[in-house]
């Protein structure tokens, strides 16, 4: 797939794929996109590579999930989190609070978590193969 083919009425998440922690992530999303809103791409993926350059994110400076909207924005760190939750229901506004606090400040929590992801949570030998059923929410 290339970066023209990615469908403009959807977000595409962009995730560790052999992160657990960030696995159900994206499992609790997808139980939780009651609009069917989200798309997903792992970052280790061809296409999750592609889609990187394309908006001129370094993959060595990216640590866990990036939110792209195509022809619109993207996200990254606790903002791209924040982005999320917005298009999820119910309790998960609440998470809306947080952006009261600065960046910077949010980022700090953020990057303290992804740093120790795989030492809380471990890691996949590889990528998750969704099951057919989800299949056509992955991109790659």
């Given at each position: 797939?290339?970066?023209?083919?990615?469908?403009?009425?959807?977000?595409?998440?962009?995730?560790?794929?052999?992160?657990?922690?960030?696995?159900?992530?994206?499992?609790?999303?997808?139980?939780?996109?009651?609009?069917?809103?989200?798309?997903?791409?792992?970052?280790?993926?061809?296409?999750?590579?592609?889609?990187?350059?394309?908006?001129?994110?370094?993959?060595?400076?990216?640590?866990?999930?990036?939110?792209?909207?195509?022809?619109?924005?993207?996200?990254?760190?606790?903002?791209?989190?924040?982005?999320?939750?917005?298009?999820?229901?119910?309790?998960?506004?609440?998470?809306?609070?947080?952006?009261?606090?600065?960046?910077?400040?949010?980022?700090?929590?953020?990057?303290?978590?992804?740093?120790n992801r795989y030492h809380w949570y471990g890691k996949k030998e590889s990528c998750m193969i969704p099951t057919p059923e989800l299949?056509?929410?992955?991109?790659?």
């Amino acid at each position: 797939m290339e970066i023209s083919d990615l469908p403009i009425d959807k977000k595409i998440i962009l995730f560790d794929g052999v992160c657990n922690l960030c696995n159900a992530s994206v499992q609790y999303v997808i139980k939780h996109d009651k609009k069917d809103v989200f798309r997903f791409v792992s970052l280790q993926s061809e296409l999750g590579q592609k889609i990187l350059k394309h908006i001129g994110i370094a993959d060595k400076n990216i640590d866990s999930i990036v939110l792209y909207q195509p022809g619109i924005a993207y996200y990254y760190k606790s903002t791209a989190i924040i982005e999320i939750t917005k298009s999820l229901q119910g309790f998960f506004n609440y998470g809306l609070l947080f952006r009261i606090l600065p960046t910077p400040l949010r980022d700090i929590v953020y990057d303290y978590i992804a740093k120790n992801r795989y030492h809380w949570y471990g890691k996949k030998e590889s990528c998750m193969i969704p099951t057919p059923e989800l299949k056509a929410k992955f991109l790659a």
